[in-house]
């Protein structure tokens, strides 16, 4: 049954994840269905999918297995063009009230949100084949600088990036870094940084912070690297310039906030 993925983080899901799986599967001429919310833990071949609640199933007659092929392939086009990515392992029923219940820790970090401009656009003029491997060494490029700038990377999505750390002139290092590696592949990314507390709940981070970083990396254009306020207070005595990006309202994120652009 083939599985695909999608991972938002949306102000209104409690945990700082509204992530949602979707699966299709094919018998003769009848299509089944299933989706519904998930719970995505760890990043690369650590990643665990849960099921927050029992998922949602349909199942569709076409009346001729040729139309049921059409059906499913047009299906999964559509979910691809949603911007879920191919989901290889398994999902997993609803963890154990247990685990949820652990109990939180506080911490606070610099919050990093890498997100590639016109992804969906630039996929469809190369084909599949040559834009999995620009994503190769696009990710390869990425988990590169995090690890020379000590970031945490915290979640992928289909062409995204979600790390932490633990200084921000660590990020925006990193930010910077990043930039330039990938402009050799062609590719134009959006960054946004956000300095918060956030808590661990049995190894998952939660909190409002996740959403305001989101939401300032929404508002940069491509090749640029926008800071929130509160980022830009913790360096006052760097040597990194910034230059002021204006108020702004950000979706879901109570208050204004003023933003700032990294300057090279």
């Not at 102000?11 to 001429?29: D, E, L």
């Not at 949603?82 to 652990?102: K, Q, T, V």
């Amino acid at each position: 049954m083939p599985k695909f993925l999608r991972i938002g983080v949306l102000q209104s899901n409690v945990s700082g994840y509204t992530s949602k799986a979707w699966c299709v599967r094919r018998a003769g001429s009848v299509v089944f269905l299933k989706w519904g919310a998930v719970e995505v833990h760890g990043a690369g071949d650590g990643r665990r999918v849960y099921w927050t609640r029992l998922p949602q199933e349909k199942t569709v007659r076409c009346g001729t297995v040729q139309r049921a092929q059409d059906y499913a392939k047009a299906a999964i086009a559509r979910r691809r063009s949603h911007r879920y990515e191919p989901l290889a392992g398994p999902i997993a029923p609803r963890r154990r009230s247990a685990e949820r219940s652990a109990e939180l820790k506080q911490a606070l970090a610099t919050i990093l949100i890498v997100d590639i401009v016109r992804s969906t656009e630039k996929a469809a003029k190369l084909g599949d084949a040559r834009w999995t491997k620009i994503m190769g060494h696009y990710y390869a490029a990425v988990r590169k600088e995090l690890k020379s700038t000590r970031g945490k990377e915290v979640v992928t999505t289909g062409d995204g990036v979600l790390a932490t750390f633990k200084a921000p002139a660590s990020g925006i290092r990193c930010a910077t870094a990043i930039q330039k590696a990938v402009r050799t592949l062609g590719l134009d990314i959006r960054v946004g940084l956000h300095a918060g507390e956030y808590s661990v709940s049995g190894g998952e981070m939660v909190g409002l912070a996740f959403h305001i970083g989101t939401r300032v990396a929404a508002k940069a254009r491509a090749g640029e690297v926008l800071v929130s306020s509160a980022v830009k207070d913790l360096m006052a005595r760097s040597e990194i310039r910034f230059r002021d990006h204006g108020v702004h309202q950000l979706k879901g994120v109570p208050a204004r906030w003023r933003l700032y652009r990294v300057e090279d």
